[in-house]
């Protein structure tokens, strides 16, 4: 265990489950302190988002049986008087903010011309808007520190498009404009924006999209098309990892750029 990410604050959104909850337990096993973001009910769209307050209770357990400190907070992406408090919260509690992992997110099926306009705006307001929200009130933080990182997770649908998920694809998309745009705002405050662009990962995502359309979480994984090295998927330790390796000092001069974890699905 190196000492890098020790006591350096990490604010994580969608940190209740999954990619969110893996990385939070990654940090917090670095020494680091974490801020963790994440829906305390159960919202309209799609149906199978199911974390509570419950999920972040048991982060909190988890990372405080590990010695970790933690901050948790129950709210909504959408919702700026959310954002806002869970920051100053954070920030009161640990003193700043070093690392954004700005990974909260929805996924669903259907045809563009078929959506209603709850759903493309549900889609974009908490994948896009929701992305740019966190990102407003974290980054007076890392500005003040004149250092920080900040890494957007989208997915390998914001560099391609994909098949009955084009609001989803749309939203994932819009977060490389918003990285490269913040890249450049921000260099001159020696912060770091980088988008990070998973293929499937095996996370409760998959299992929820699995129940809607009434299949197996692998046929979800295999729609995307199919990865070039033989796994349906990556697991959630592939993620800790590359997202560790973003946050480190050893990709100090990586900004803007998009990080592809992809199994070679894009050179398909
Ligand atoms: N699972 C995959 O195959 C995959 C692949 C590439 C990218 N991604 C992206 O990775 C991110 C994490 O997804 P995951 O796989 O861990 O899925 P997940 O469903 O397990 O976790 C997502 C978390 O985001 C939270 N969330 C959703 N809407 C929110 C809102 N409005 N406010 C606050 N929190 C909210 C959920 O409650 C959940 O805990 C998402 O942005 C997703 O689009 C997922």
Not at 101 to 106: D, E, H, L, P, V
Not at 142 to 170: C, P
Not at 180 to 193: F, N, T, W
Not at 238 to 266: H, P, W
């Amino acid at each position: 265990m190196s000492k890098e990410f020790q006591n350096k604050t990490v604010f994580i959104t969608g940190a209740a489950k999954g990619q969110g909850r893996a990385v939070a337990l990654g940090f917090a096993e670095e020494g680091a302190n974490i801020i963790a973001f994440d829906l305390g009910e159960k919202i309209a769209y799609p149906a199978y988002n199911r974390s509570s307050n419950e999920d972040l209770e048991k982060l909190k357990d988890d990372v405080e049986k590990a010695g970790g400190k933690i901050v948790i907070y129950a709210g909504d992406v959408r919702k700026g008087e959310d954002v806002k408090e869970a920051v100053e919260r954070g920030v009161k509690e640990f003193g700043g903010i070093d690392i954004l992992f700005s990974n909260a997110g929805i996924a669903a099926y259907g045809n563009s011309w078929e959506l209603t306009e709850e759903q493309w705006d549900a889609m974009i307001e908490i994948n896009l808007r929701g992305g740019w929200l966190v990102s407003k009130y974290v980054i007076p933080h890392l500005i003040e520190k004149k250092k920080g990182v900040i890494i957007y997770n989208s997915s390998i649908a914001g560099l391609r498009g994909m098949n009955r998920m084009s609001h989803y694809s749309a939203s994932k998309h819009g977060l490389v404009g918003l990285t490269k745009s913040q890249a450049i705002e921000l260099a001159p405050y020696g912060i770091r924006v980088v988008s990070l662009h998973p293929t499937g990962v095996n996370t409760p995502m998959n299992d929820g999209l699995a129940e809607l359309e009434g299949t197996t979480p692998i046929e979800i994984a295999e729609r995307s098309a199919g990865n070039l090295l033989p796994v349906p998927w990556v697991e959630t330790s592939d993620i800790v990892a590359a997202v560790k390796y973003i946050a480190s000092e050893d990709a100090r001069y990586m900004t803007g750029n998009q990080f592809v974890l992809d199994a070679g699905l894009l050179t398909r």
